[in-house]
């Protein structure tokens, strides 16, 4: 099911969308629903992983200064 929204955009982006609808062959309603839903589900997932490691700091879960040294030196040696 789906439901109407009404956006303000700046005219030259609404030409660029008109343009990609014309060279896609999709309607700008089209690419602008799966342009929303693709950002939606990449900030969900950010928000959700920043979530996360609020989480694990919130409980003390963190790199010991040994185990961060010995990543950035590992890191050195491979950067060459």
Do not use: C, P
């Amino acid at each position: 099911m789906s439901t109407t929204m009404t956006i303000r955009l700046e005219e030259d982006t609404k030409n660029r969308l008109d343009k990609l609808a014309e060279a896609t062959q999709r309607s700008r309603s089209f690419l602008a629903a799966e342009a929303i839903r693709d950002y939606v589900e990449l900030n969900e997932w950010q928000v959700g992983e920043i979530g996360k490691a609020i989480d694990e700091a919130e409980r003390g879960e963190f790199a010991s200064d040994a185990q961060v040294k010995g990543f950035f030196d590992q890191w050195r040696r491979r950067a060459g």
